[in-house]
C-alpha cells in the first residue's frame, strides 16, 4: 500500500512540473503579446494625425512577434523531443546491462581478475609498451611487441604483481603516436545522473555511452 501511494504521488509530482512549464512558457508567450498590443496602441494614440507612421513598421513589429513565438514554441519542442531522447537511450542502454562491451578509457580499476583489450594502432608498430600507473605513481610496463591494427592485450595482476585499486593506462607504441586503449567489460548498470545517461562498467567504472566501441553479447555469469 506504501509503494502506491509513493508511486501515484510520483506520478502526480511528474505531471505537476510538466503542467508548470507548460504555463510558465505561456505565460511569458501572453505576456509578450500583451506588450506588443499596448506599445502598438500607444504608438498610433501618440503620432501626428497629418503625418502617420509608416504602415510598413506596423507589419514588421508583427513580423518580429511572429519570430519571437516561433522560436519560443520551437525552444520548448526542442526541450521535449531532448527529454524522449534521453528515454528512449536510458532504455537502450537498460536493455544491454549484463553484456560484454569494449570500451574506450584510460583508466583502471583491478580487482585481482585478468583484464582484456586491445590497442588500436594507427599504423604498423615496431614495438609497443602498455603503461599503467597506480595511484602511487609507480608505473607498470608490459611490452606487446610489435603489431598493426588493433593489438590484444590481456593484464593479469597476480603475475605482473598489482595490487588491486586504480590505474591509469596508456599505450606507447615505438612511433610516437598515442593510439586508444579499449577494453573488455561487462556492463553492470545503466541511470541517470541530472541530464545525462551512466553506465557502471566493470573493471573500469563510470563511463558516458560515447565511450561504448562496442556490445559484444551476453555470455552469461
Known sequence: MVTTNSTTNS??????????????????????????????VAQIQNQDPLSPQDPTAYVNQLSQLSQTEALQNLSSTS?????VLQSLQTLAMGGQVGSDVTVATNTLKLDGSKVSGTVQL??????????LTGTDGKQHTIDLGPGTGAQPFTIDPDALGLAPGSYTI?????????????????????H???????????NVGEVDPSSVTGFNGKTGS
Open 122 to 131: 594507427n599504423g604498423l608498430s615496431a614495438g609497443t609498451s602498455l603503461v
Open 192 to 202: 541517470v545522473n541530472g541530464t545525462k545517461v551512466v553506465l557502471q562498467v566493470a
Open 79 to 83: 526541450t521535449a523531443s531532448a527529454t
Open 11 to 40: 506520478q502526480f509530482g511528474g505531471t505537476a512540473a510538466a503542467n508548470a512549464d507548460k504555463v510558465s512558457t505561456q505565460a511569458a508567450t501572453s505576456a509578450n503579446k500583451d506588450m506588443f498590443t499596448k506599445l502598438l
Open 170 to 190: 596508456q599505450a606507447k607504441p615505438s612511433d610516437g603516436s598515442t593510439p586508444t586503449v579499449e577494453v573488455a567489460a561487462r556492463l553492470n548498470s545503466v
